[in-house]
């Protein structure tokens, strides 16, 4: 089955800095990459997906890279504010298979 | 607000219990997806329904179940509770059988003592 490891496991930046969560998934099948936010008492929140047919995404501040060859993708955070302080998940999924998580990666913004 | 909901919110019970968690996904969907997650095993997949039929099978052990009725609303039934059951357990629904695009619930925290 799918396997996804996440990295780093804690990221602390300073507000303003940039952020960079990171992904590996080792099904070449694999073609839906979701990445959750995930605070604290409340359940995952989808904030940026993408696809296998394109290789980056933005959307205002984040983006999501692809690289199917590496088998790897990645969340950018730009200009980090405090309120991105959360838990992110990467995940993984064939179209209709089921999604794989990353262990998650607490990222801590200090203003 | 992802539109979904589950109920309750947090759970009590002892060992050898049976509980009941419930979720209702956001209004056009048709599949539930449910999730354990706890601190040593992060986000883990149990079981999906799909209009009602059991489409795929996860982690999930013999002593749990569940089931998605006509109104879509699922359940989740967890039974002779140890207290390694104990975790916060969501729900999630999308569109179609694919996986794309799920959207969580808030969750239910079940504390087994």
């Known amino acids: 089955g799918e396997n996804v490891e996440q990295h780093p496991s804690t990221l602390s930046v300073q507000e303003g800095d940039s952020a960079v969560i990171k992904c590996t998934y080792s099904d070449s099948a694999s073609n839906y990459f979701p990445w959750y936010k995930q605070e604290l008492g409340k359940g995952p929140q989808l904030i940026i997906d993408?696809?296998?047919?394109?290789g980056e995404k933005k959307d205002q501040r984040i983006a999501v890279t692809l690289n199917k060859t590496a088998k790897h993708f990645s969340l950018h955070i730009t200009e980090t504010q405090p309120e991105d302080s959360a838990v992110y998940f990467c995940a993984a999924s064939r179209r209709y298979s089921t999604l794989t998580f990353g262990k998650g990666t607490m990222l801590l913004v200090s203003p | 607000d992802s539109g979904v909901t589950q109920t309750p919110k947090h759970l009590i019970t002892a060992t050898g219990q049976r509980v009941t968690l419930r979720c209702s996904p956001r209004?056009?969907?048709?599949?539930v997806y449910w999730y354990q997650q706890s601190l040593d095993q992060g986000l883990q997949f149990l079981i999906q329904y799909y209009n009602g039929e059991e489409r795929a099978k996860g982690n999930i052990l013999e002593r749990f179940s569940a089931q998605q009725f006509p109104d879509l609303h699922s359940e989740l039934n967890l039974s002779s509770l140890e207290l390694g059951d104990s975790a916060l357990y969501f729900c999630?629904?999308?569109?179609?059988?694919?996986?794309?695009?799920?959207?969580f619930g808030p969750g239910t925290r079940l504390t087994v003592t």
């Open positions: 993408i696809r296998s047919n394109v």
């Open positions: 209004s056009g969907d048709l599949s």
């Open positions: 999630a629904s999308s569109n179609g059988a694919s996986s794309y695009e799920q959207y």
